[in-house]
C-alpha cells in the first residue's frame, strides 16, 4: 500500500453517549479553543476532539483541485471527531471553538522535561 495522502478521512460521530465519553475519559483530556476565523493546520499525529462547543468547516487541502464541495466536513458542539495523520486543511470557524483533544502518537515523544 502507497501512503498516498488522498484518503485522509475525517470522521464525525454526532452525539455520543455519556458512557463512550467517559469510556474514552474525554473529561481528562486537554482542551484547545479559538476564536472565529480562518486557520491553515497540519496534523502530525491523528487526532480524536470532542467538541464542547463551536461549529467548524474543514476544507482539506488535497480536496480543492479534484472535487472543491465532496471533502468539505463540518462538526460542531457534541461531535467527535477523528483527524488523520497527514491532514493539511483549513479550519473556517463560525463559532468560537472549544474543544477536548488527544494524540494519538505514532512514535514515543521525548518532550517529558516540563
Request: hydrophobic content about 30%.
Amino acid at each position: 500500500m502507497a501512503g498516498e495522502s488522498s484518503n485522509l478521512r475525517i470522521t464525525v460521530q454526532s452525539n455520543p453517549s455519556e458512557s463512550q465519553l467517559s469510556e474514552l475519559g474525554i473529561k481528562s483530556w486537554p482542551k484547545w479553543g479559538c476564536p472565529p476565523g480562518k486557520y491553515e493546520l497540519k496534523f502530525d499525529a491523528q487526532e480524536t476532539c470532542y467538541l464542547v462547543r463551536g461549529r467548524v468547516k474543514v476544507y482539506p487541502k488535497n480536496a480543492d483541485q479534484q472535487s472543491p464541495a465532496a471533502e468539505v466536513v463540518e462538526f460542531g458542539a457534541g461531535d467527535l471527531v477523528v483527524l488523520p495523520k497527514g491532514l493539511s486543511c483549513t479550519w473556517d470557524v463560525s463559532i468560537a471553538v472549544d474543544k477536548h483533544y488527544k494524540f494519538h502518537a505514532s512514535s514515543p515523544s521525548s518532550s517529558s522535561s516540563s
